[in-house]
């Protein structure tokens, strides 16, 4: 299973930036996609997740309401639309694929992305 995001840029407080990750090598179905980011000197973070299968999507509390996850079925690619941009935000972002099941610990993924570096400022 291979991962390749791509989306990220330098964007304003207050803007709005979608991830793409585009996924290949098999079907997208059994698996939950989480998006991970991780800010300089801190600890990796889940931030939402979607099981494939159930279309169940679930987001973190600093993200909620701002943050959108979704899945194009034509194109096993999963998005994550980022709204009202904070400076919190700034950080590189991942994709990951883990097993039915997986949830917030990135220890459960065992696929990931290269990253894309989401920077919000003026």
């Known amino acids: 299973l291979q991962l390749v995001e791509s989306g990220g840029g330098l964007v304003q407080p207050g803007g709005s930036l979608r991830l793409s990750c585009a996924v290949s090598g098999s079907s997208l179905d059994d698996y939950v996609i989480g998006w991970f980011r991780q800010a300089p000197g801190k600890e990796r973070e889940g931030i939402s997740l979607i099981f494939i299968r159930e279309n169940g999507t679930y987001y973190r509390d600093s993200v909620r309401g701002r943050f959108f996850i979704s899945r194009d079925v034509g194109k096993d690619t999963v998005y994550l639309q980022m709204n009202s941009l904070k400076r919190e935000d700034t950080a590189v972002y991942y994709c990951?694929?883990?097993?039915?099941?997986?949830?917030?610990?990135?220890?459960?993924?065992?696929?990931w992305g290269q990253g894309t570096q989401v920077t919000v400022s003026t």
């Open positions: 990951a694929a883990g097993p039915w099941g997986s949830s917030w610990y990135a220890t459960q993924y065992h696929f």
